[in-house]
């Protein structure tokens, strides 16, 4: 009787749901689309980054691991093909499979294996990344390729890639992922005691303070109080709310999908986070079934989309590989959600597996702005010939001269940007990837420079460089029409003392 039970809900969880098919067809080309974006955004940077003449050469970042961790396990804490060679010629040749792989997804070719080789390549360039890999996006779209590949149908050639139906554990899988993106990102506010999410003021400051925001964004911090409150209400009534409507009919699915785009697409609009939002949408697709889809879609292009199949179950090896991979899945991810709920809720059996699977990150627990930052402090980074007249360096995006125009640059990530504003919230001591990044100003790294927007040294490197601490704050509509600034600052004093080098 037991193996009766067990071998049925093995076909429950590993049989076929043929009204997914198209979500699934939708879903695999938009991570596709979106793996593609995350590897040439990573190939125009990433010796700058973490190349030999970068800001975190891996090669010094490899070493290390090397000497703190003897023996194999430094494969399994740094889980990166770069241990087989850290040149700059492979970190380039990853970001280029990564594009093959990605452009074969699109294409319906061998999608699991593309899927298992992208997770792969991603990774090791997460692990070399150091800080500037180390982002929410980053391990969100690691966690996306894992399950996927039990979500991707189990073909070679493009003729047959839907010919099953969905495994159901899959989908579910990939729900309990959207659940959890989008409940914990909002009980963190609720859970982290900041006063300004909880008497819905979080909003006047977030536009400002926020990495790199959008004209928009500008425009939208102008608007009165009531909406800054209002706006804040929706967004708990989308992450905390809405999360639940999974869980029942496909009409309160579509509902779930529905505000959770719509979530996505104001977010987009106002602030620049790469390809969070497209990853976060690509999953929220994989709510509506295959007749919600015909309903949605042209009649015109019904016919490029798969017929769903009669409903078909994976093997039976398979299914009970794919099952037992899913229950660490669920036992880590519940702890972390619970966790995340009462704090300090870790069960220690499933905290010691969390932490032996953490290197692998793609088991993770989520939450943007847990505490909003209320101050946008800016770091301006200067170089001098003479110690006396000093040129700023411009870089592409963050803020800088005050009439620049705010611009949208997602979905690439500019890292050095973002990283630029994270240094801002602690003190210069507390970031040894800045005080490299001033020594390969100093250095005149071509690859280094290569990231900033401008170099006001482009005939030889300077002989002192420097960093002024600013407070930067939007301007008013009136002080804009005025002066045509999208920003007011006042100086903070330096950040980082002048410095040269050391003659040899």
Same mark, same amino acid.
């Given at each position: 009787?037991? *193996?009766?039970?067990?071998?049925?809900?093995?076909?429950?969880?590993?049989?076929?749901?043929?009204?997914?098919? +198209?979500?699934?067809?939708?879903?695999? @080309?938009?991570?596709?689309?979106?793996?593609?974006?995350?590897?040439?955004? &990573?190939?125009?940077?990433?010796?700058?980054?973490?190349?030999?003449?970068?800001?975190?050469?891996?090669?010094?970042?490899?070493? !290390?691991?090397?000497?703190?961790?003897?023996?194999?396990?430094?494969?399994?804490?740094?889980?990166?093909? =770069?241990?087989?060679?850290? #040149?700059?010629?492979?970190?380039?040749?990853?970001?280029?499979?990564?594009?093959?792989? *990605?452009?074969?997804?699109?294409?319906?070719?061998?999608?699991?294996?593309?899927?298992? &080789?992208?997770?792969?390549?991603?990774?090791?360039?997460?692990?070399?990344?150091?800080?500037?890999?180390?982002?929410?996006?980053?391990?969100?779209?690691?966690?996306?390729?894992?399950?996927?590949?039990?979500?991707?149908?189990?073909?070679?050639?493009?003729?047959?890639?839907?010919?099953?139906?969905?495994?159901?554990?899959?989908?579910?899988?990939?729900?309990? =992922?959207?659940?959890?993106?989008?409940?914990?990102?909002?009980?963190?506010? =609720?859970?982290?005691? %900041?006063?300004?999410?909880?008497?819905?003021?979080?909003?006047?400051?977030?536009?400002?303070?926020?990495?790199?925001?959008?004209?928009?964004?500008?425009?939208?911090?102008?608007? $009165? %109080?009531?909406?800054?409150?209002?706006?804040?209400?929706?967004?708990?009534?989308?992450? +905390?709310?809405?999360?639940?409507?999974?869980?029942?009919?496909?009409?309160?699915?579509? +509902?779930?999908? !529905?505000?959770?785009?719509?979530?996505?697409?104001?977010?987009?609009?106002?602030?620049?986070?790469?390809?969070?939002?497209?990853?976060?949408?690509?999953?929220?697709?994989? &709510?509506?079934?295959?007749?919600?889809?015909?309903?949605?879609?042209?009649?015109?292009? &019904?016919?490029?989309?798969?017929?769903?199949?009669?409903?078909?179950?994976?093997?039976?090896?398979?299914?009970?590989?794919?099952?037992?991979?899913?229950?660490?899945?669920?036992?880590?991810?519940?702890?972390?959600?619970?966790?995340?709920?009462?704090?300090?809720?870790?069960?220690?059996?499933?905290?010691?597996?969390?932490?032996?699977?953490?290197?692998?990150?793609?088991?993770?627990?989520?939450?943007?702005?847990?505490?909003?930052? @209320? @101050?946008?402090?800016?770091?301006?980074?200067?170089?001098?010939?003479?110690?006396?007249?000093?040129?700023?360096?411009?870089?592409?995006?963050?803020?800088?001269?005050?009439?620049?125009?705010?611009?949208?640059?997602?979905?690439?990530? $500019?890292?050095?940007?973002?990283?630029?504003?994270?240094?801002?919230? #602690?003190?210069?001591?507390?970031?040894?990837?800045?005080?490299?990044?001033?020594?390969?100003?100093?250095?005149?790294?071509?690859?280094?420079?290569?990231?900033?927007?401008?170099?006001?040294?482009?005939?030889?490197?300077?002989?002192?460089?420097?960093?002024?601490?600013?407070?930067?704050?939007?301007?008013?509509?009136?002080?804009?029409?005025?002066?045509?600034?999208?920003?007011?600052?006042?100086?903070?004093?330096?950040?980082?003392?002048?410095?040269?080098?050391?003659?040899?």
């Amino acid at each position: 009787m037991l *193996s009766a039970t067990f071998g049925s809900s093995m076909a429950w969880l590993t049989g076929g749901v043929p009204q997914f098919v +198209i979500s699934r067809w939708i879903f695999l @080309r938009l991570l596709g689309v979106i793996s593609l974006i995350a590897f040439i955004s &990573l190939s125009v940077q990433i010796t700058g980054l973490v190349g030999s003449n970068g800001i975190l050469p891996v090669h010094s970042f490899l070493q !290390a691991v090397k000497s703190a961790i003897p023996g194999i396990d430094r494969f399994r804490i740094a889980p990166t093909l =770069l241990w087989f060679s850290s #040149s700059d010629a492979m970190l380039k040749i990853l970001c280029a499979l990564g594009v093959v792989f *990605s452009i074969t997804l699109i294409l319906g070719i061998a999608p699991s294996l593309s899927l298992l &080789l992208l997770w792969i390549l991603y990774l090791s360039l997460v692990v070399a990344g150091q800080e500037f890999l180390s982002f929410q996006w980053d391990i969100l779209l690691l966690e996306t390729l894992l399950l996927a590949i039990m979500f991707a149908p189990q073909s070679i050639l493009p003729g047959f890639v839907h010919k099953t139906a969905v495994p159901r554990i899959a989908l579910l899988l990939l729900w309990w =992922l959207l659940f959890r993106l989008m409940f914990e990102s909002g009980i963190v506010k =609720l859970t982290s005691g %900041d006063s300004s999410w909880w008497n819905l003021t979080a909003l006047r400051y977030h536009y400002e303070t926020q990495p790199l925001p959008t004209w928009i964004g500008w425009y939208v911090h102008q608007l $009165p %109080d009531l909406f800054q409150r209002f706006s804040v209400f929706f967004l708990y009534v989308v992450e +905390i709310v809405l999360p639940f409507f999974i869980l029942g009919s496909s009409t309160f699915r579509a +509902i779930a999908c !529905a505000g959770f785009i719509a979530l996505q697409i104001l977010i987009f609009l106002t602030g620049n986070y790469t390809f969070f939002n497209l990853l976060s949408i690509a999953l929220s697709l994989l &709510l509506l079934d295959d007749a919600q889809w015909r309903a949605i879609l042209p009649s015109g292009l &019904l016919h490029f989309f798969p017929c769903s199949p009669a409903p078909s179950s994976m093997s039976f090896g398979l299914g009970v590989f794919f099952c037992l991979l899913a229950i660490p899945i669920l036992l880590v991810t519940a702890n972390q959600l619970l966790d995340t709920i009462f704090s300090d809720a870790m069960i220690p059996p499933l905290a010691s597996l969390e932490s032996f699977l953490s290197p692998l990150r793609s088991f993770n627990s989520y939450g943007l702005f847990r505490v909003m930052t @209320r @101050r946008r402090d800016e770091i301006i980074v200067e170089g001098s010939d003479d110690g006396v007249q000093w040129l700023p360096y411009e870089f592409r995006w963050k803020p800088g001269a005050l009439d620049r125009a705010l611009a949208f640059v997602e979905p690439h990530q $500019p890292r050095l940007d973002w990283q630029m504003w994270f240094a801002a919230l #602690s003190p210069y001591g507390a970031n040894p990837w800045f005080q490299n990044f001033l020594v390969r100003l100093l250095q005149g790294s071509p690859d280094v420079l290569a990231l900033l927007g401008r170099n006001p040294f482009p005939d030889h490197p300077p002989r002192f460089i420097r960093a002024e601490f600013f407070r930067y704050h939007f301007t008013t509509l009136g002080e804009h029409r005025e002066t045509g600034n999208w920003w007011k600052r006042e100086s903070l004093g330096m950040y980082a003392p002048a410095m040269e080098l050391q003659a040899r």
